[in-house]
């Protein structure tokens, strides 16, 4: 499904990708962890098509596609989504507008009609049961003030009701107590098929006690250093990130 | 020079209206325009050297040779269908047609003993006396020179008497077509609003063009609200792409009472719109929203002050300009704060949105506190959409342009949200999103 090959990527001239090669299949779930700074948001702002951040080298293909070359809505048309490590706050735009806007701009590209208001809103009724959000919040401007945990359950209603094929969840878990973890990793866990992928990135080994992952992928200095199944996020768990940074060669992945 | 030519050709313009006059010559309300035409003689046009108007190049304005309009339009209107330009149910229309009241197409069926409203023109024959009482009753010792040229050439326009008590009344639409033809006309509206103790009336004013050429709107509107009375003032703008627009609104309110006005701007190629409200007495109240959307080369100059007269009141103002192409904004908001006026609140803030490299906007507070146990608030924000929020949208599949005007119309429509009549946010719902899809942004 996505196989990143050799990519590289700077951001106002810093190198921040280094050479970083994934292969994801479908039906599996892969972590990345990584200390602060090593390059996952990057790497995932880049998947999305961010313009922030520009690719020197290196290819991505998705779906038999060359994914750098589609705009960020053509990616999420072809089912690419990514959950936010910071969910933008958009004042003046209802969370109902824009997940229907969403929704349908999806729809349209797929040639289907648009949805209308009572087929819609019995599509987000259902799964909002998934996240246990609070009704309240889908007629309150998109995540303008919202609780940390409120936004990541926004980020995961999203992904619901769009029904992506690849996920890449930035950091869901920072900022949620052990209730709020559990109900968003049970969300996403109910998502998940054998036709789709999801990329899990995260700092804490924590997350990975209830999104049980295929392979585990530790991102140091902009490089997978080590790849592994998922032992390797407790291994880590227990010796910390620095017995990753000593890992001078990049290893291969071999998913 | 432009400026000697310009006034000599309103006065030659105010000769052939005096000529028309017949026994209206000798009226107190003519002597009053006289003296308007004299001043403005005296004073002139304001050029870029006047503080006020430093923003404002008005030279293509009085370039242009200007017509009164004849008593009949150059256009046939008959067939107009007025709910076309606003249809908000039951209210009081009247139609005025490049600037001439058009009693066929206005509609004042629901009019009632509480509520009168007449064309301004019947009531200058018929009680001139009530003219005078409102007229220059705000602000006549700095009348703008515009304002004076309103004064000079005052005749058509309305008259809104809300009787003491009464509220829940339908709202008064006076809509201005301007057919927008060969020839530039002046239209000069003055609409006086009279809003006695304990009452409440929404006024809509809307200006609308049908063609494309140029033609010189200089409206003047006065309101008097007395105690306790609300008073909620729309201004639509939707004038043609070559349409001056120079006006000014005025207002008094005494204890207790509140007048709202609400700015909407799309059209014209040259605007100015001057608010001036007067707090008169304790614990009165005021609103100014503006929103304005210049496109292509528009330009739209807002100068509002409020003037804190006494203590315990409140003022609010928000205005936001969404800027597109090469269009320019202005705003300057003076707030003054009398010594007598304690305890005044008084909050403004102007928020612009550049949505075009080459748009380019203005901001001016001015305060004018002597009072020292007051509250003022006042902010101004430049800036153009945010990146993080373009692309949170497009990573959701929302098509640029789409997550470009959903962008714009959030910050628009808090505007919006202020108008009380349903209907009326609709069409301005509608206005705005044209706006956008008609306009490029960057
Ligand atoms: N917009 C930006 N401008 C400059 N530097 C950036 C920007 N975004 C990220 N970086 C830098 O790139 C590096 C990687 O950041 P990031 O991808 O957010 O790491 P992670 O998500 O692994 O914590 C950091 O050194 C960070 O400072
Ligand atoms: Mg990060």
Redesign the interface.
Known sequence: MLEIRNLHAEVEGKEILKGVNLKVEAGEIHAIMGPNGSGKSTLAGVL?????YEITEGEVIYKGRNLLDL???E???EGM??A?QY??E????SNTY?LK???N??RK?HGLEELDAVDFLALVKEKMQLVEMKPELLNR?VNEGFSGGEKKRNEIL?MAV?NPTLSVLDETDSGLDIDALRIVANGVNKLHSPENATIVVTHYQRLLNYIVPDRVHVLVDGRIVKSGDKDLAFHLEEQGYDWARDLHEPVENES | MKQDKALQTFRTSFEEFEKGLNGEYSSPVHARRRDAMKRLSETGFPTLRDEEWRYTNLAALLETEYVRPTQKAAVDFSAVDTKRFLDIGQMLRLVFIDGVYAPELSDLSTASGKLRVQDLATVINEQPDEVLSLTGAVDEGARHPFTMLNDAFTEQGALIHVGQGAAELPPVHLLFLASGGAKPLLITPRILIRAEANSEIDVIEQYVALGDGAYFTNAVVESHVAENAHVHHYKIQEEGPAAYHVAASYARVARSGSYSNHYFGFGARLLRNNLHLVLDDEAAECTMNGLFMPMAKQHMDHHTVIDHAKPHCNSHELYKGLLFDEARGVFSGKIIVRQDAQKTDAKQSNNNLLLSENALVDTKPQLEIWADDVKCTHGATIGRLDDDAMFYLRSRGLPKEQAHSVLAYAFASELVSHVRLEPLRQHLDDAIHRRLERSGIE
């Open positions: 999305a098509g961010r313009e922030l705009s960020p809505e990616r999420a048309c989504f990514l936010f969910p933008v958009i004042p003046g735009v824009f806007a969403a929704l701009a999806i590209y401007p999203q769009l």
